[in-house]
């Protein structure tokens, strides 16, 4: 091979949209795999600004041999209204991040994040079904990251945001499916959680605050970070130097591979 | 290299629109060139039928890393229309087969299958300056490379086809940028002809007859079809048998890399 893409007509499409796109990372997930199972599909990136959207979305959902849509900051959102349809998750999470084109031709709208995070806990050793869990950060990821939580089994989830409007429409979004099983606060509660989880964006920067005291945290619990870049958060290093057993972010991307692949109905 | 595209976020993008376009051979002729070039680049096939095909082109036009869109059967005459400017050869040929993205974010279209025919000719060593060449058919692509040859400087230039008005139209079309050059007819006029060329679709299927008869032709006549499949169609065998010098449909595609590397201003 010359490292030139093995390309032709026949090839199936999937995109990855963002604003901007330069920074994913799901090229470089998804083409090995299409390689390693012989699928002749290609997923490239997208530059599409949010007044151009609905446009772009709606051009890619015409295409014949466009397959899936992956979506990225700033517009897992806006996305949700031009599916067709909208799985679980989306309606929970209030926000997607794949698409896939149906045997009916509709496209359907899903969120991996949550799910991707969990199967990377699971995949790490850390299986929160059964356990207590705390989740600070109620947002996008934080949202989808509860609702898996629970469809996974934790014991009790608190969930904890600044913002306390949010904060009581997701719990509501929770209850309407797992009904008195989440519990909510301003502030995180720490005392008996066996693993807690920063969805804040709180670590993106070096000079960030931490998003909670790690002292405050039980001796045996497992302290999780979403954030990717860096792949060491202040959070994780002074949970790690506290004796913590640490969870990195890019396990979240990681554990979606799989979830994609099953998604899309790549043999 | 595990063959996998070596694609990221941060790839620009190349698009070949038809319908079908399992057929088209762009990829792999661009693909290798953006390897050798170094060019974080990648062309992909996107499947438009007609009636999506403004939808697809409005939406890709707006997408930020789309730098050019190559255009195949049957949408070379539509695509004429979404353009922002058009080069002269659209203008000739009543279509175009490629757009990019101009430094002021328009769209502008041009027309290379007769630029890449002539290319390919005098590659091959049949310089068509001076000469007296015969063209039989007057559809997209005869239009475009009965422009292509009078840009060359061909000496005489005589048009044929079964349809007097299509070809009327052309005469016109030519005659506004090349006075009196080009002389028409219903019937191939092949006397005295050094070079002659198919342009009709006739020698696509087996059992097609010929555009025109080998037989007629003076002795030292260069013969050519622009056919790619079967790159030996009967008419280019039966004169080859006759002695004559052949010249093969691909050659109109190869003469066109070079050409859209230029014109994509490809390093």
Chains 1, 2 share one sequence.
């Not at 897992?76 to 997607?96: F, N, W, Y």
């Not at 509709?106 to 799910?115: H, Q, R």
Request: proline residues 7%; contains cysteine.
């Amino acid at each position: 091979m010359t490292g030139n893409p093995p390309i032709s007509g026949t090839t199936r499409l999937y995109v990855v949209l963002g604003d901007p796109v330069t920074q994913v990372q799901s090229p470089a997930l998804m083409n090995p795999l299409f390689a390693r199972l012989g699928v002749d599909a290609v997923l490239v990136p997208v530059h599409a600004r949010p007044a151009h959207l609905e446009r772009i979305v709606g051009g890619l959902k015409c295409v014949g041999n466009v397959d899936g849509i992956f979506v990225t900051v700033p517009h897992k959102a806006a996305v949700r209204e031009l599916a067709d349809r909208c799985g679980p998750m989306v309606d929970i999470a209030g926000s997607a991040n794949a698409l896939r084109r149906e045997a009916d031709g509709c496209w359907y709208a899903e969120n991996f994040d949550g799910l991707g995070f969990v199967t990377g806990l699971v995949g790490a050793g850390h299986d929160p079904a059964g356990r207590h869990v705390a989740l600070v950060g109620a947002g996008g990821a934080g949202s989808a990251i509860a609702a898996a939580l629970l469809a996974a089994g934790v014991r009790t989830l608190s969930v904890s945001d600044v913002d306390s409007a949010r904060l009581d429409g997701l719990r509501a979004r929770l209850d309407a499916h797992w009904p008195n099983r989440t519990v909510t606060s301003t502030e995180p509660r720490l005392d008996g959680v066996d693993i807690v989880v920063n969805a804040t964006p709180l670590g993106l920067n070096p000079e960030d605050p931490l998003p909670f005291p790690p002292a405050a945290l039980p001796a045996d619990c497992v302290v999780a970070d979403i954030i990717m870049k860096p792949r060491e958060t202040r959070l994780l290093r002074e949970a790690a130097a506290l004796g913590h057993r640490v969870h990195y972010g890019i396990d979240m991307l990681e554990g979606q591979v799989d979830l994609y692949r099953a998604f899309f109905g790549l043999a």
